[in-house]
């Protein structure tokens, strides 16, 4: 009787092991991940600039109180002139250069702001654009060249200029591109320059 009770026992196992290994599991439904809302008000900013420069800018991030847009070169003076004329940011704040030596660009960065509008009182709207890198530079007489800001933002003057002597990067239609930091016989490279190499004393 026991034996009986075994051998029923191990068929209705290998039965039921049989049916598992042949069940193919169900997968498991995750669902589907919603984008964050994007903030009304910066988006709106966003939107406008999109719309009338169309393909010749990118949104790069829009989050509270800041909202980036990377603009082509030949279109960065006329996006900044509609940021000041129609959005109302009246001044820069800085201008920042990044170097992209695996790209041959460098990308200069504008950051706007507003001390007249309150409503874009906590604002930055973050303007970038890239110009081409040459790798044996000659900082105002190779292509590493970008439209100046000077005559939309005042404030750019002394950050346009900065930018000039550390990455190479010569502002057309600047009124005064002299360097600012470094000696006038500077002969090395734009010292912020990633393949820029202290030597030492």
């Known amino acids: 009787m026991i034996k009986r009770l075994k051998n029923q026992l191990q068929t209705k196992n290998r039965l039921l092991l049989s049916q598992l290994l042949q069940k193919k599991p169900t997968p498991s439904k995750t669902p589907p991940k919603e984008e964050p809302e994007l903030p009304a008000f910066e988006k ?21 109180d800041r909202v980036g847009i990377k603009v082509s070169r030949d279109a960065i003076h006329d996006v900044a002139e509609f940021a000041r ?8 704040d800085s201008v920042a250069g ?38 044996n530079p000659i900082p105002g007489n190779d292509a590493t ?31 005064d591109n002299r360097r600012l930091l470094l000696p006038e016989d500077w002969a090395d490279l734009p010292p912020l320059r990633k393949d820029f190499r202290n030597k030492g004393r």
């Open 145 to 175: 060249k970008l439209p100046s800001l000077r005559d939309i933002f005042y404030s750019v003057e002394f950050h346009e200029r900065e930018t000039f002597e550390m990455l190479g990067v010569y502002f057309e239609g600047h009124p």
């Open 44 to 64: 709106g900013i966003a939107d406008k600039i999109v719309e009338n420069f169309g393909e010749k800018t990118t949104i790069s991030f829009v989050k509270p």
């Open 98 to 135: 990044v170097d992209y030596p695996a790209d041959k660009e460098i990308e200069v960065v504008y950051h706007l702001s507003s001390y007249t509008d309150p409503t874009l009182s906590r604002q930055i709207l973050e303007l970038a654009t890239r110009a081409q890198r040459e790798d």
């Open 85 to 92: 004329d129609v959005l109302n940011y009246d001044h820069v």
